[in-house]
């Protein structure tokens, strides 16, 4: 049978793939969209919108807990209906979801597939019983959640970001293990929610790619909410009981291991590149399976973009949707963007945030650069006070001789909002001074930025 012939195709509507579908339509292309499941990808169904839906609920009951401290009295006990919360969870993404499939439907030269796509050749996609072809193929199919190939993981049930979002009871102790963003997420919820946690982690320190000071600081606030924190995991192996799961976490095996009703899996993410016939096309991946791209987003075949998750060029929204404006900018506005024009960014949205932008104070150190550092704990930001949430600390490094701002970490109340001043500055290559010198609102924790860049020390 002949394939059907479009001008472009967007396989996956997760992040970058609908904008760019619009952009696509708009400029007198015949689209087509393959989207195999739900409408908005990870973000939209099981990524950030419904766990910072779920935080919210989660803050709520602790807020209800502590309410005391505040002077207000909630009488009676704190309990959560964990039916309630996946209803709000739900109502909240279906409008994401139906809204992104409503205009893509409805969207003037764009015809939505909702199969799996996979391609025959170069220009050519099956999607089910049919075949289309386009001489330009974007690729935003995003991924997954890693299931290592630890000892007995395939004799227990074992949670997912995805199933765990379908719960409907609450567990008595959730295990989770890897002990990064998506884990200690779901960590501090369930526990706010009234599970007994374990976060389990192979590595020395949570958050391993953050400064130590930063993951140190985390564990003290997850400690401090009664999460048990088991480091240097280095045998994690799970075995059926009759209360749930037992994961051993040490090689010995007379360590008395963790006891679980349900355990997530949140050890890490893989491409949707190997059901995606990218061999029938000539696309390169690399070893871990993402597919291969320039500073353009192009792959090694011309005609071929890949954006989003699946690049390896990024893990967040932003950057899959900032793929997008890249793809779209050198595409159709003549508009030469890059992808190394980025400045890394981004939260973890555990209570209070970590807020990152540029580089950790490590990267700082190793890049040899001479540099200066500002410090100032959460204790000493009058409106994380008055909040009564005056964990953490926040710090700011900076280049001693161009005085441009190298990155910062802010982990503290309203920090992944705070971070924006900081992370302007940087992209408009202008010095700490400029911030130093701004008058921000009082009483808010950006007012301190400029505190904590008039007190910069050399860093050692
Ligand atoms: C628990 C969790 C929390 C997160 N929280 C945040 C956060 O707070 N902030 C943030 O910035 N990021 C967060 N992320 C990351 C964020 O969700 C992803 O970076 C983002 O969704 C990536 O978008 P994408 O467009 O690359 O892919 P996706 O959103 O994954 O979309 C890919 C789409 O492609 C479709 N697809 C795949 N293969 C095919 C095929 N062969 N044929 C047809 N369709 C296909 C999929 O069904 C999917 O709809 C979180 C992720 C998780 C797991």
């Known amino acids: ?22 952009r696509l339509a708009q400029s007198g292309r015949k689209v087509a969209v393959v989207e195999r499941k739900l409408f908005g990808g990870t973000c939209v169904n099981n990524g950030c919108i419904p766990t910072k839906t779920i935080i919210a609920s989660a803050y709520v009951a602790h807020k209800a807990r502590t309410a005391k401290d505040y002077g207000i009295d909630v009488s009676g006990s704190v309990k959560t209906d964990m039916k309630a919360v996946k209803a709000r969870k739900e109502s909240v993404l279906l409008k994401s979801r139906n809204g992104i499939e409503s205009w893509l439907r409805g969207m003037e030269n764009c015809t939505v597939f909702t199969e799996h796509a996979r391609f025959e050749s170069p220009t050519t996609v099956r999607v089910g019983e049919q075949r289309i072809e386009a001489k330009e193929i974007f690729l935003n199919v995003g991924g997954r959640a890693r299931v290592p190939d630890m000892p007995g993981v395939k004799e227990i049930p074992f949670l997912t970001n995805t199933s765990i979002l379908e719960l409907e009871e609450l567990p008595r102790h959730l295990a989770v293990v890897g002990g990064s963003y998506i884990g200690i997420e779901f960590a501090q919820a369930f526990r706010r929610f009234g599970s007994e946690v374990t976060i389990i982690e192979m590595g020395p320190r949570l958050t391993q790619r953050e400064d130590e000071d930063v993951s140190s600081t985390i564990k003290e606030i997850l400690e401090k909410e009664g999460i048990h924190v088991r480091l240097n995991a280095e045998c994690i192996s799970l075995h059926d009981c009759p209360e749930g799961v037992e994961v051993h976490v040490t090689c010995d095996e007379d360590a008395a291991p963790t006891t679980a009703s349900h355990v997530l899996l949140a050890v890490g993410r893989v ?3 190997d059901d995606l016939g990218l061999d029938k096309a000539g696309v390169a991946v690399d070893k871990h399976g993402y597919i291969q791209v320039d500073d353009q987003l192009r792959t090694n075949v011309p005609g071929i973009w890949a954006m989003g998750d699946c690049n390896g060029k990024g893990a967040f929204t932003h950057t899959a949707y900032n793929d997008f404006e890249i793809v779209a900018a050198n595409l159709l506005d003549n508009d030469p963007r890059r992808v190394s024009d980025r400045i890394t960014t981004y939260a973890l949205f555990m209570d209070p945030p970590l807020a990152r932008v540029g580089m950790t104070e490590r990267e700082v150190h190793e890049s040899g650069k001479p540099a200066l550092i500002g410090t100032r704990p959460m204790t000493k930001v009058g409106r994380a006070v008055e909040k009564g949430e005056s964990d953490g600390f926040m710090k700011v490094l900076v280049d001693k001789e161009s005085k441009r701002i190298l990155g910062a970490s802010i982990l503290g109340t309203s920090g992944d909002e705070a971070i924006h001043c900081i992370t302007d500055v940087m992209y408009a290559r202008a010095p700490y001074t400029t911030i130093q010198r701004a008058v921000h609102i009082h009483p808010t924790v950006s007012e301190l930025i400029p505190t904590v860049l008039g007190d910069l020390k050399p860093l050692e």
């Open 1 to 22: 049978m002949k394939p059907q012939t479009f001008d472009a195709i967007v396989v996956g509507a997760g992040q970058a793939g609908p904008s760019l579908a619009g």
């Open 271 to 273: 491409p949707n590149t």
